[in-house]
């Protein structure tokens, strides 16, 4: 009788035509979808065209899926070079999604999208995926960004990959993968109202170190995982490569279910469950209701400390944003806090999407639709004095020197991102707190890293925001 399975390793079996795998064993695995973006896609297109031919033709051009995001609102002309490249490939191949930074036009800063709803860019590639119907449970992502991980909080094995390995799954729908051990991280309790996902990252995290998952399947569960909302949930999984870990992935239920059948723009999937008996390599669990917030201080995610333990620490920056922090229940939870107050440090905040940015506009900070009189999310952030750019990676890549956000001297930043290893987010010698929303907001408004349990006592309504 064959052993239990986990849930990547059921995954990877259906994807390999296999009953069964075991962890460590190598296998041929059908890929649903692949993504790449302006930073990766020209170099994964020049190698594409190299080993298959100048003339050849993508494996299947429905599940191919390009999404500009990292290096956009720049005068670089490489950036705008690379932009090009990928609308080039878009054409000759005939690919179906494909979001394009229109405004993108010529040499200098592009005057940014007037309007989120009326431009084919996207934001950034890990929030669009789910957003733009590409991401179910049971399929096997892969992207040209170590975050892709991001996508497993849908129950689905999503990791990284080069250039090189992207450009053989672009001609041929198939990839080489070594099934990994499987680690489980079990949050038991209800999230308080002062804790996010992020807190539970960094936890995890500061306890296995940076390379304590590497090449392994983080796997979180518990009813504290289903306590949270899908889009906190993406946090875990974002930050899974913090860790060294191969993918990330969370149980699917129904908030996970009502969101991609809403979504999907394929009508059918497979949700897997672990086996009874399932094989962790490492198990970990917690109680929410004993967890503090955390920060993780320079220059790694797995520096952890309380936020208490750093209210000595000034602050030069805030920064909400990023893939891990610029979702939209991240802005409800920075807006809750920042209302009627106002910023005592320069605060930058960055919509994850261009869809989180038409929610900032259109919905008030308990996630809701605005009625007459009331603020959006985008007007009490303005009202705080933050500085509110355009959706997009921005500063959590450093990115060329106009980068919006961007570290440009030895300052201390407070940021929601998920890194803060040197030069990360600009200069080399700036020094960067990674922490939730909450604790980024909290800190803005004192100057200091600040305890979120200093404004927050009460849980924080997000509503329809980020549902489905």
Same mark, same amino acid.
């Given at each position: ?12 079996? $259906?994807?390999?035509?296999?009953? &069964? +795998?075991? *962890? =460590? %064993? ?9 993504? !790449? ?90 929030? $669009?995926?789910?957003?733009?119907? &590409? +991401?179910? *449970? =049971? %399929? ?9 991980? !991001? ?97 990330? +992935? ?219």
């Amino acid at each position: 009788m064959a052993s239990p399975m986990t849930v990547t390793e059921k995954i990877l079996a $259906a994807h390999a035509r296999k009953s &069964h +795998v075991l *962890p =460590g %064993e190598n296998v041929w695995v059908d890929v649903d979808v692949l993504m !790449t973006h302006d930073v990766c896609g020209p170099g994964t297109i020049g190698i594409f065209k190299e080993e298959f031919g100048k003339d050849a033709k993508v494996w299947d051009k429905d599940r191919v899926v390009i999404i500009p995001d990292h290096y956009i609102f720049t005068a670089d002309t490489k950036c705008h070079r690379n932009i090009q490249i990928l609308r080039d490939f878009v054409k000759e191949q005939g690919l179906k999604y494909y979001y394009d930074p229109d405004f993108v036009t010529g040499g200098g800063m592009p005057n940014p999208y007037k309007d989120p709803t009326k431009t084919s860019y996207k934001g950034v590639c890990h929030k $669009a995926l789910p957003e733009e119907g &590409h +991401v179910r *449970p =049971g %399929e096997i992502l892969l992207g040209t960004d170590s975050h892709t991980c !991001t996508a497993g909080a849908f129950g689905q094995f999503a990791t990284g990959v080069g250039n090189t390995d992207a450009a053989f799954v672009l001609g041929t729908g198939k990839t080489w993968l070594k099934v990994p051990p499987s680690m489980k991280f079990a949050f038991h309790g209800q999230i308080p109202p002062y804790l996010t996902a992020k807190d539970l990252i960094l936890a995890v995290i500061g306890e296995i170190s940076v390379s304590g998952a590497t090449y392994k399947s983080m796997y979180f569960t518990g009813e504290g995982v289903g306590s949270l909302s899908l889009e906190d949930r993406m946090t875990l999984t974002n930050m899974a490569i913090e860790a060294g870990g191969k993918n990330g +992935v969370c149980d699917v239920d129904e908030k996970t279910l009502a969101y991609v059948r809403a979504r999907s723009n394929r009508p059918n999937w497979n949700v897997y469950k672990d086996d009874p008996g399932s094989k962790y390599v490492f198990s970990h669990e917690w109680d929410l209701s004993t967890m503090e917030p955390l920060v993780a201080k320079p220059h790694s995610p797995d520096n952890k400390d309380t936020a208490h333990n750093c209210r000595s620490v000034k602050v030069d920056r805030a920064y909400i944003g990023s893939c891990t922090g610029g979702k939209i229940t991240d802005m409800i939870f920075a807006a809750s806090i920042l209302k009627g107050n106002t910023v005592k440090v320069p605060t930058f905040v960055v919509p994850g999407s261009t869809e989180v940015h038409a929610d900032m506009k259109r919905l008030n900070i308990a996630g809701e639709p605005k009625g007459p009189g009331e603020k959006s999310i985008e007007q009490v952030l303005l009202d705080a004095g933050c500085n509110l750019g355009p959706s997009g990676c921005s500063a959590c890549l450093g990115g060329p020197v106009d980068t919006f956000g961007r570290l440009n001297t030895p300052i201390t930043c407070i940021s929601t991102t998920n890194r803060n290893f040197p030069g990360r987010m600009g200069h080399k010698e700036a020094g960067v707190y990674l922490a939730s929303p909450l604790t980024v907001a909290a800190s803005a408004l004192t100057g200091h890293i600040t305890d979120p349990r200093e404004f927050v006592s009460e849980p924080i309504a997000t509503g329809t925001a980020g549902v489905v």
